[in-house]
Structures are given as structure tokens and as C-alpha cells.
Nanobody
Framework: VQLVESGGGSVQAGGSLRLSCAAS????????MGWFRQAPGKEREGVAL????????YYVDSVTGRFTISQDKAKSAVYLQMNSLKPEDTAVYFC??????????????????WGQGTQVTVS
């Protein structure tokens, strides 16, 4: 399974970015996919999660109303639209996939596959 992220970069506070994640070798019809982030000196944390079966979406409180996760089942891809970005959103963002519901996704636990990450810097 390979997950490849793209779309990171630098943006001013209040700006927007869209992250993309393409999965290969992964049956996206099961399990879930999501976005996670790790800021310098901090633990990796969940940001948003989506399940392909019913297209449900889940967010951590800090990004609710600003970030939107979406999916393209045909392409086995997920996206993260990030609006109203804040300096505290600065982190390396990772795409991840799980075969089953992760037992603690907000703590980035229970995911089976990870991408290499893409840097998002908000100044």
C-alpha cells in the first residue's frame, strides 16, 4: 500500500490550501482514510477522517468549520480543504488509511498505512 500526499506549502494566516492523497494497493471500499498532523515538538494528532461506506466525516474540534475532508472512491483518493488557516495549523500533514475503524484516531492510533507527509506552514 502506498499513500502519496501533495498540496502542502506556505500561506498567510486566513488563507487556504488543499491537500490531496492518492492511494495505491489499497481497497478503499473498506476501512477509512484520514488526515493527521504533527507540529514540531508535539505528538501526531488526528485532523479529519472519512469512511467510504457511508461517506461519514469526522473532525477534531480545532478544525471543525474550517477544514473539509472529501473522497473520490473511484480514484482511491482523499482531499483536505483547509480554509481560514491559522499559524497553529503549521505542521507536517500525513495521509493515513486503516482496514478497520481505528481505536483512537484522534491520537493517530490504529491506522495501518501512512504517507510520507507534506509540510504546511502558516505565517
Amino acid at each position: 500500500v502506498q499513500l502519496v500526499e501533495s498540496g502542502g506549502g506556505s500561506v498567510q494566516a486566513g488563507g487556504s490550501l488543499r491537500l490531496s492523497c492518492a492511494a495505491s494497493g489499497y481497497t478503499y471500499s473498506n476501512g477509512c482514510m484520514g488526515w493527521f498532523r504533527q507540529a514540531p515538538g508535539k505528538e501526531r494528532e488526528g485532523v479529519a477522517l472519512t469512511t467510504p461506506g457511508d461517506s461519514s466525516t469526522y473532525y477534531v474540534d480545532s478544525v471543525t468549520g474550517r477544514f473539509t475532508i472529501s473522497q473520490d472512491k473511484a480514484k482511491s483518493a482523499v482531499y483536505l480543504q483547509m480554509n481560514s488557516l491559522k499559524p497553529e495549523d503549521t505542521a507536517v500533514y500525513f495521509c493515513a488509511a486503516a482496514r478497520m475503524w481505528p481505536y483512537d484516531w484522534k491520537a493517530a492510533r490504529g491506522m495501518d498505512y501512512w504517507g510520507q507527509g507534506t509540510q504546511v506552514t502558516v505565517s
